[in-house]
């Protein structure tokens, strides 16, 4: 067949000699019912690729929401279009593929049926840049495929080619494919499915997803070369030589992905660079324990979920910012490879990684210190799944500093999946590590369970981390102690009430103990929350009974300790937002009551604004007054993010922060014109500043930096 012109309007005879997918039903808000509006699509297939037009039929196209006119820009409250195929038909894992009328490019990767770390997907209302390094769905995965869209008085449409050296699959020939679609008509909260899924699931839903026959994939081998090259300016204030120090650099790297089969996958990185990536989002502390700050390195982002095990933001047994950084500093990375994909039924991964030394000039002594050795990172991963949502697997992690063989880190790690009918799920680790020097309780391990229907939700949770449990390339956010935790939530529906769409009244317990016994802390939630047909909500007061067990002072604000005692609290909890489609919405919480020795008031509050489908901006701020008997104190972060898209791939971004925690004012921002796959050129501008007094700024870090990398495919 001819292909058909990827323009956004599917008037091509070969369309219509298509079969017609159609006939979708509604998981949200009235789960089984007909789809409100009428959808249509087709899909096609030569030996490059896979073609998929839709028809989104729209009896008021006026009231269509275009939303935000950026690559992988949040779904939840746009009309939109998603594909997910799982074209390893395991039932688990799949490629996300869909596109809003503004004809975005949307697209991610579904590990273990959407149930991890990450998130950013459809109908999470988060940020993908906010989201950990874990399974679950990869809106981060950026693939090699295009996409058109148009409106006119019927509605709107939708065209894709995804060619099949962007997927990944079993060998060559005749293939089944899981498939769903789903349809977001957004002025009424909608949510439609061609293969129907209860509501209390999504897309993600695999297990529940249909079927696509005769699908003929080549048995090709596919070659991508990604080339960078980069021009910077570096103004470094903290040297204390009386001047910035300045460093130009002029530099070239770059990845190249080799499809071993279609079902696997080699990719290398050399001399890597994350110039184009967004700072980090700054976080008040009000705790003796680690802030997460999750993975945003195109490199290390691709196929992450193979390689995620572990409790999310708890205890991540591989967490690939311990590669490359250290002190809030740049390693410098020499290059390695990646191994990702499928050999028969079981799910491989492997990843090396080796870092340069980073040294820095001490300005006291004059001397340079080590930040960080010459290291090399080591991952290996197998995964096998199983029917009914089960799985098992194993993980093996590793550093080496590659200058002295006595200074390393090994993780062992088992972990599995038990799926019972659809509502039941077992999970479990166990995990090891060897440090040179700890001999005492170097184990880990977590069992929990989660029952999840319509109309109830339940889970159990139990872990323990050994005395010297110690994953230096993963992410505890605490050391040495025992968690449980339950939770019971139960949904209730009013259909009677047009603009009301659910009640959610839930208790939660959750304790932490040290590992004699000892209640570090504890909290007993109890609320309910109101959600409204727009996606506004709204949660009654709650109730939160609080304990810190403190054995050790510690610092909590300048010239403010937390002195060693038990301190049992209760507090009263809201949240909120508004309908967060609308041009303007609002979304904040607060905390009001007993803290520590004293009391604490505050929270935080978010106005987001979206001008047409060009313009988006959102101003955070966030404020608490404590007041302890060891001291006083208020802290405060002031956080605005815009964006302007000239086009769905031209675009300008900025994210402006001062917190008075660290006293650090931040300017980043990112001018990027994209080509496929998240490549393109790339123009960055970062600015720190200390802030002294109230009359007195001090330079700390400037940069410039300029980066253009292009994707060519040498063989398809």
Same mark, same amino acid.
């Given at each position: 067949m001819d292909p058909p012109v990827i323009d956004g309007i599917p008037d091509e005879d070969a369309w219509q000699a298509a079969a017609v997918i159609s006939d979708f039903v509604q998981n949200e808000p009235f789960e089984g019912r007909a789809a409100t509006e009428r959808t249509e699509v087709r899909i096609l297939y030569d030996d490059a690729a896979v073609y998929v037009a839709a028809w989104m039929f729209d009896a008021d196209p006026s009231a269509i929401v275009l939303g935000e006119t950026r690559r992988d820009a949040d779904l939840s409250d746009t009309d939109a279009l998603l594909i997910v195929l799982d074209t390893y038909l395991d039932r688990q894992n799949g490629f996300v593929f869909g596109t809003t009328p503004a004809g975005i490019e949307y697209d991610g990767q579904v590990i273990k049926e959407g149930q991890g770390g990450f998130g950013g997907g459809f109908g999470s209302g988060g940020s993908r840049?906010?989201?950990?390094?874990?399974?679950?769905?990869?809106?981060?995965?950026?693939?090699?495929?295009?996409?058109?869209?148009?409106?006119?008085?019927?509605?709107?449409?939708?065209?894709?080619?995804?060619?099949?050296?962007?997927?990944?699959?079993?060998?060559?020939?005749?293939?089944?494919?899981?498939?769903?679609?789903?349809?977001?008509?957004?002025?009424?909260?909608?949510?439609?499915?061609?293969a129907p899924i209860p509501r209390q699931f999504d897309l993600y839903r695999l297990s529940q997803a249909g079927t696509l026959h005769g699908i003929e994939a080549p048995a090709r081998r596919t070659v991508d070369v990604t080339p960078y090259v980069l021009g910077s300016s570096e103004w470094d204030y903290t040297t204390g030589a009386g001047g910035p120090a300045v460093n130009r650099v002029g530099d070239i790297g770059g990845d190249?992905?080799?499809?071993?089969?279609?079902?696997?996958?080699?990719?290398?990185?050399?001399?890597?660079?994350?110039?184009?990536?967004?700072?980090?989002?700054?976080?008040?502390?009000?705790?003796?324990?680690?802030?997460?700050?999750?993975?945003?390195?195109?490199?290390?982002?691709?196929?992450?979920?193979?390689?995620?095990?572990? =409790?999310? &933001?708890?205890? @991540?047994?591989?967490?690939?910012? $311990?590669?490359?950084? +250290? *002190?809030?500093?740049?390693?410098?990375?020499?290059?390695?490879?990646?191994?990702?994909?499928?050999?028969?039924?079981?799910?491989?991964?492997?990843?090396?990684?080796?870092?340069?030394r980073l040294q820095r000039l001490d300005p006291a002594t004059r001397q340079l210190e080590e930040i960080a050795p010459r290291n090399n990172f080591s991952v290996a991963r197998v995964l096998r799944e199983l029917p009914n949502r089960s799985r098992i697997g194993a993980m093996?992690?590793?550093?080496?500093?590659?200058?002295?063989?006595?200074?390393?880190?090994?993780?062992?790690?088992?972990?599995?999946?038990?799926?019972?009918?659809?509502?039941v799920s077992i999970d479990g680790y166990?995990?090891?590590?060897?440090?040179?020097?700890?001999?005492?309780?170097?184990?880990?391990?977590?069992?929990?369970?989660?029952? =999840?229907? &319509?109309?109830? @939700?339940?889970?159990?949770?139990? $872990?323990?981390?050994? +005395? *010297?449990?110690?994953?230096?390339?993963?992410?505890?956010?605490?050391?040495?102690?025992?968690?449980?935790?339950?939770?019971?939530?139960?949904?209730?529906?009013?259909?009677?009430?047009?603009?009301?769409?659910?009640?959610?009244?839930?208790?939660?317990?959750?304790?932490?103990?040290?590992?004699?016994?000892?209640?570090?802390?504890?909290?007993?939630?109890?609320?309910?929350?109101?959600?409204?047909?727009?996606?506004?909500?709204?949660?009654?007061?709650?109730?939160?009974?609080?304990?810190?067990?403190?054995?050790?002072?510690?610092?909590?604000?300048?010239?403010?300790e937390v002195l060693p005692g038990t301190y049992d609290n209760i507090d009263i909890g809201w949240r909120f937002n508004t309908n967060e489609s609308a041009t303007l919405s609002l979304a904040g919480s607060t905390n009001i009551?007993?803290?520590?020795?004293?009391?604490?008031?505050?929270?935080?509050?978010?106005?987001?604004?979206?001008?047409?489908?060009?313009?988006?901006?959102?101003?955070?701020?966030?404020?608490?007054?404590?007041?302890?008997?060891?001291?006083?104190?208020?802290?405060?972060?002031?956080?605005?993010?815009?964006?302007?898209?000239?086009?769905?791939?031209?675009?300008?971004?900025?994210?402006i922060q001062y917190s008075d925690q660290t006293d650090n004012f931040s300017v980043n921002v990112r001018f990027g014109w994209l080509n496929t796959a998240g490549t393109g050129l790339f123009v960055v501008y970062n600015d720190i500043e200390r802030v002294e007094s109230e009359s007195r700024w001090e330079a700390v870090n400037r940069s410039f930096i300029v980066k253009f990398t292009q994707l060519f495919h040498v063989a398809r």
């Open positions: 840049q906010q989201r950990g390094s874990g399974g679950g769905f990869n809106v981060n995965w950026d693939g090699s495929w295009d996409v058109a869209t148009s409106r006119d008085g019927r509605g709107w449409y939708a065209e894709f080619r995804i060619p099949f050296s962007t997927l990944r699959y079993g060998r060559g020939g005749a293939q089944t494919w899981g498939l769903n679609i789903s349809r977001n008509i957004r002025r009424r909260n909608e949510q439609a499915f061609w190249i992905k080799i499809g071993v089969t279609p079902s696997l996958t080699f990719d290398a990185t050399y001399n890597t660079d994350f110039a184009q990536v967004e700072v980090d989002d700054e976080q008040i502390n009000l705790t003796r324990f680690s802030l997460f700050f999750p993975e945003k390195r195109p490199f290390f982002l691709e196929n992450a979920g193979t390689f995620s095990v572990g =409790t999310p &933001r708890s205890v @991540e047994l591989f967490f690939s910012r $311990r590669i490359g950084i +250290a *002190d809030g500093l740049a390693v410098p990375i020499l290059g390695g490879g990646r191994l990702t994909g499928k050999v028969g039924r079981v799910t491989v991964g492997a990843l090396n990684i080796q870092t340069r093996f992690i590793s550093r080496l500093n590659t200058d002295d063989t006595n200074d390393y880190n090994l993780t062992y790690v088992v972990d599995g999946r038990l799926g019972i009918g659809d509502a166990v995990a090891l590590t060897q440090t040179p020097g700890l001999v005492d309780g170097e184990h880990a391990f977590n069992i929990s369970g989660s029952y =999840t229907t &319509r109309n109830w @939700e339940a889970g159990l949770a139990f $872990r323990e981390l050994g +005395a *010297d449990f110690n994953p230096e390339v993963g992410f505890l956010g605490r050391r040495a102690y025992r968690f449980r935790s339950a939770r019971l939530l139960r949904h209730v529906r009013f259909p009677s009430i047009p603009w009301f769409r659910e009640l959610r009244p839930h208790i939660t317990y959750r304790e932490f103990l040290d590992l004699d016994g000892f209640s570090e802390t504890r909290l007993i939630h109890i609320d309910n929350h109101l959600e409204f047909a727009n996606g506004a909500f709204f949660q009654f007061p709650s109730v939160n009974f609080t304990r810190e067990g403190i054995k050790e002072p510690f610092g909590i604000a300048d010239g403010v009551g007993g803290f520590y020795s004293g009391h604490r008031k505050g929270g935080d509050i978010t106005l987001n604004g979206r001008f047409g489908y060009a313009f988006v901006m959102g101003l955070r701020l966030s404020y608490f007054d404590v007041d302890l008997a060891e001291g006083s104190f208020e802290t405060a972060l002031i956080a605005l993010r815009t964006a302007y898209s000239f086009t769905p791939r031209i675009y300008l971004q900025s994210l």
